[in-house]
């Protein structure tokens, strides 16, 4: 199997966290913790992925890159 590596995005709302992927749509995942929210997203994903290959649906490309600006605030 192909490994590719997907851009999750992580929020926290001041008691708990949600994430979700820009290209994957429908794919998301919350928890009170950052550590089961990356848990939780990663489970959430695979299975998301293997419902679509049981749907006979192609997995989306990553194209979403994520990167930090430093800058003075």
């Given at each position: 199997?192909?490994?590719k590596?997907?851009?999750?995005?992580?929020e926290?709302?001041?008691?708990?966290y949600?994430?979700?992927?820009?290209?994957?749509?429908?794919?998301?995942?919350?928890?009170?913790?950052?550590?089961?929210?990356?848990r939780?997203?990663?489970?959430?994903?695979?299975?998301?992925?293997?419902?679509?290959?049981?749907?006979?649906?192609?997995?989306?490309?990553?194209?979403?890159?994520?990167?930090?600006?430093?800058?003075?605030?």
């Amino acid at each position: 199997m192909n490994i590719k590596e997907y851009a999750v995005i992580i929020e926290g709302s001041g008691n708990n966290y949600s994430a979700y992927c820009p290209d994957v749509d429908g794919c998301i995942a919350a928890a009170d913790t950052l550590e089961e929210c990356k848990r939780l997203f990663q489970e959430s994903l695979e299975l998301h992925f293997e419902g679509m290959r049981e749907d006979g649906l192609p997995i989306p490309e990553p194209t979403t890159y994520v990167g930090l600006v430093a800058i003075a605030a």
